[in-house]
């Protein structure tokens, strides 16, 4: 577990691997996700609270997302999440957007130059894409990740889904879903160059590689390939 983020600068790294810079973010909360932007001029971090901190290169930090609120029940009507944010991902085409996802049942698409509000002058998001499962209840977000054209995010929930939106039906349905992607939680998922494939870790000790043409069911699947979880 870390609670810190650690700033390595190549040319002058030698064998001790001494960082120039130690940041921590979010005292006493450990680290789920670290993402530079694509031009490496902010740093994202997310650390097991309900807002994320964006960073400077130089681990200035800039900005932190709205917190949510926990009493309302449609989360559409607060503008940050309202529970822990497991992770955060820029969109790789497009420097000051990003998206994050959180056991509140939402997956959040932001943009830094939108309006801030408040004392602290947070961002509020963008886009409320709404995870559910087959019965059509909240189903908790674990992972996300952007497609290297920014044009699909794609998020993992912990009961094993999996809901892919593209850019123009963000206001709708997931343009692809499968409710049964993993017998355990999705942990990870990374889409492939030509964004036409991605990637899917879980707990079941599986990997699968999915095509976007049929979705319905993995192109090929890795198991028993062991992980913290099925250790326990």
């Given at each position: 577990m870390c609670i810190r983020d650690r700033y390595m600068g190549f040319q002058g790294m030698n064998q001790k691997l001494k960082p120039y810079r130690?940041?921590?973010?979010?005292?006493?909360?450990?680290?789920?996700?670290?993402?530079?932007?694509?031009?490496?001029?902010?740093?994202?971090?997310?650390?097991?609270?309900?807002?994320?901190?964006?960073?400077?290169?130089?681990?200035i930090d800039v900005q932190e997302t709205m917190k949510g609120d926990i009493y309302l029940r449609d989360m559409v009507h607060t503008k940050g999440h309202a529970e822990i944010v497991n992770e955060a991902r820029w969109n790789p085409a497009q420097k000051d957007l990003f998206a994050t996802v959180s056991y509140d049942g939402t997956l959040r698409l932001w943009d830094l130059n939108s309006k801030h509000i408040g004392?602290?002058?947070?961002?509020?998001?963008?886009?409320?894409?709404?995870?559910?499962?087959?019965?059509?209840?909240?189903?908790?977000?674990?992972?996300?990740?952007?497609?290297?054209?920014?044009?699909?995010?794609?998020?993992?929930?912990?009961?094993?889904?999996?809901?892919?939106?593209?850019?123009?039906?963000?206001?709708?349905?997931?343009?692809?879903?499968?409710y049964d992607a993993h017998k355990g939680e999705v942990s990870s998922i990374c889409f492939t160059q030509d964004s036409l494939?991605?990637?899917?870790?879980?707990?079941?000790?599986?990997?699968?590689?999915?095509?976007?043409?049929?979705?319905?069911?993995?192109?090929?699947?890795w198991e028993n390939m062991p992980n913290e979880s099925s250790r326990m």
């Open positions: 130690t940041l921590q973010p979010f005292e006493g909360h450990p680290i789920t996700s670290l993402s530079f932007n694509n031009t490496g001029s902010n740093l994202l971090v997310s650390a097991g609270k309900n807002t994320v901190k964006i960073y400077t290169r130089d681990g004392l602290d002058q947070n961002i509020t998001y963008q886009h409320l894409l709404k995870l559910k499962g087959k019965n059509g209840m909240k189903s908790a977000g674990n992972c996300c990740c952007y497609s290297r054209d920014g044009e699909l995010v794609v998020a993992g929930t912990t009961n094993g889904g999996m809901h892919l939106w593209h850019q123009r039906s963000y206001f709708g349905n997931p343009t692809f879903a499968n494939q991605l990637f899917s870790r879980g707990t079941d000790s599986s990997m699968k590689m999915w095509d976007l043409r049929r979705f319905k069911e993995a192109v090929h699947v």
